[in-house]
């Protein structure tokens, strides 16, 4: 009967502790692409006037798209190259990880090739639930560095046409010193690219560990959420529901998801049964404790500032378990329901809470 290792999850929570500041790393690295575009976007309006003539702007917005275009794809290649290393990292980390719990047993826990998780890299689509969703890595990057270039632009073009000057329009994309420059369109560009960046990373993970799991005939994994506040409603309800590997959603659900994935282990792996823990924003906690089981142990006021005063009563006083709860929390879709769709299918735990 496969099962899953509480040591496992505790490797798991402790490592995506890791892959969050290597995330943040990366997305450190786009301040120097920033300050290259932020040089020649002024540079090129620093060739026309004040106010110039259509023609002159139609071929400013060229030249900029041109420019930015190729700084971006110059980080966006570096960015693939760092992403497709990670998983291959994740896959080698994965393998260790189940070697270490199995040791118990003499069990050879098998790494695959660096051009299999590379490939699967390449030719599996995401999971997140946005217009991103079913892009590849490499395709969701294109498409952020192909929206950068078109929101720039058309910042230049609709600013031109509202009568600004070109000096309002290079403060407006690069923003006001005061304000440390977040108020300005490449500062929007950089948010842009931190989600890019912390999404491909995420995902990266996930394939390496689920290429080593398909390597080593594992057919489940469980999904495992951050303890905390943040986490949001999709993954505070997949909270250890299990999938089959190849069949369901990997990391992220949504942009700048945290939650990551562990294996459900074979028997043949034999994996210690010892208390383990995982982490939560409250110090270690049972490593099978859920999210809902964790946040009904929590303040009434933290609660209701995670879930909404409502939800937070149906938690609380409906008379649901923490599972019956999370299960109730999305549709087939992973999508959040409303509060509606949820009395629709629990009425008699509303009318206990008092909804």
């Known amino acids: 009967m496969p099962t899953l290792s509480p040591e496992l999850i505790q490797i798991t929570a402790r490592h995506q502790v890791y892959l969050e500041r290597l995330k ?8 120097k692409v920033l300050r290259a575009m932020d040089r020649a976007i002024r540079l090129e309006f ?3 006037g004040e106010n110039p003539t259509p023609r002159q702007v139609d071929r400013l917005i060229a030249n900029i798209g041109t420019v930015i275009a190729s700084i971006l794809d110059s980080h966006i290649a570096s960015h693939l190259r760092v992403t497709g290393e990670l998983a291959v990292y994740e896959a080698g980390f994965e393998a260790r990880a189940i070697q270490q719990v199995a040791r118990a047993r003499a069990v050879q826990v098998v790494t695959p090739t660096d051009a299999i998780v590379r490939a699967a890299l390449s030719n599996s689509p995401m999971s997140v639930r946005d217009n991103r969703a079913g892009l590849t890595v490499e395709q969701l990057a294109r498409k ?24 309002q329009l290079a403060q407006e994309i690069r923003g006001l010193a005061s304000l440390k420059f977040q108020d300005g ?18 995902f990266a993970s996930g394939i390496g560990k689920q290429a080593t799991m398909e390597e080593n005939g594992i057919k489940e994994y469980e999904w495992v959420s951050v303890l905390d506040g943040r986490t949001s409603t999709q993954c505070r309800a ?7 590997v190849g069949a369901g959603p990997l990391p992220p659900l949504h942009p700048n998801c945290r939650s990551a994935v562990t294996p459900v282990l074979p028997d043949k792996f034999k994996p210690l049964t010892e208390a ?3 982490n939560s924003s409250d110090g270690a906690v049972d490593a ?7 946040l009904k142990t929590q303040r009434t006021e933290f609660v209701e500032d995670v879930l909404g005063r409502d939800r937070a009563k149906l938690l609380l006083e409906g008379g649901l378990s923490a599972d019956e709860f999370a299960r109730l929390q999305l549709n ?5 329901m409303t509060l509606e769709e949820m009395k629709a299918k629990e009425p008699e735990a509303f009318a206990q809470a008092g909804l």
């Open 46 to 48: 620093s060739k026309v």
């Open 24 to 31: 943040s790393g990366q997305a450190k690295e786009f301040d």
């Open 238 to 244: 997949l909270d250890q529901r299990r999938f089959k």
């Open 144 to 167: 952020f560095g192909s929206d950068q270039v078109e929101r720039l632009q058309n910042k230049i073009r609709l600013g031109y046409f509202e009568g600004k000057t070109t000096p």
């Open 288 to 294: 099978e404790q859920t999210y809902y089981g964790w």
């Open 185 to 202: 369109e490449l500062a929007k560009v950089a948010k842009s690219a931190e989600v890019m960046a912390r999404d491909t990373f995420q």
């Open 332 to 336: 087939r879709n992973f999508q959040p």
């Open 276 to 278: 383990a823990t995982r």
